[in-house]
Every structure is written in C-alpha cells, then in structure tokens.
Nanobody, 124 residues
Framework: QVQLVESGGGLVQAGDSLRLSCAAS????????MGWFRQAPGKERECVAV????????GYADSVKGRFTISRDNAKNMVYLQMNSLKPEDTAVYYC?????????????????WGQGTQVTASS
C-alpha cells in the first residue's frame, strides 16, 4: 500500500507561483509513474503532469506546458510540481497519484493510489 501526502497549496494572485510537494511512502517506486492531477468544481479530474520514477521522463498537459514543471527526489521519495504564471483557470484541488507500471499514462483510471489533495486558488 502506498501512502501519499500533498502539501503546498494556497491562495495566490494570478501570475504568482506555487510549489506543490508529494511525500510518498510504503513501497519502492523504481517501476512506477507518478502523476499530478487536478479537479475543479463540476469538472472531471484531469492530469497535468507525469514523471517516470526510474529515468525522470516527464509529460505535461497542453494547458500547463511551459508553466508547470514536475520533478522528483529519489532519495527522499518526493515529487514536486512547480507552478509558475498561475491563471484563475488553474484553480482546483491538486492530487498526486501513483501508477504501478512504468508506462506513461495521463488517464486517472490507471493510477491506483491517491493523496488527499491540496487546494490551489489563483485569483484574478
């Protein structure tokens, strides 16, 4: 069983930056993919960024490319999401999740462990 705990959300002005952190424990992650997802009220959960644990390969949703950066610290079992130039449409609850497979995926159904989420609000 994997435990994931997100932190770093908050209320910011449009154009500001935030860094989200996800602490992972409970299993080894060498063959996993970690993802950051978000869900706004009334909308489906969407993937914003993924990273393959063993080689650091990353992928991003078009809506955040060039503004968000996903990274990991293997020694600390931490995954980060650096969010720059935040927009009001980035407002959502952000979740980190684990896919127990090394194939990259943006589909929430392929992730089987989730954190509790952290709220990000970017006001205009």
């Amino acid at each position: 069983q994997v435990q994931l705990v997100e932190s770093g959300g908050g209320l910011v002005q449009a154009g500001d930056s935030l860094r989200l952190s996800c602490a992972a424990s409970g299993r080894t992650f060498s063959s996993f993919v970690m993802g950051w997802f978000r869900q706004a009220p009334g909308k489906e959960r969407e993937c914003v960024a993924v990273i393959r644990w063993y080689d650091g390969t990353t992928g991003y949703a078009d809506s955040v490319k060039g503004r968000f950066t996903i990274s990991r610290d293997n020694a600390k079992n931490m995954v980060y999401l650096q969010m720059n130039s935040l927009k009001p449409e980035d407002t959502a609850v952000y979740y980190c999740a684990v896919r127990p497979n090394a194939a990259m995926s943006y589909a929430a159904r392929n992730y089987d462990s989730w954190g509790q989420g952290t709220q990000v609000t970017a006001s205009s």
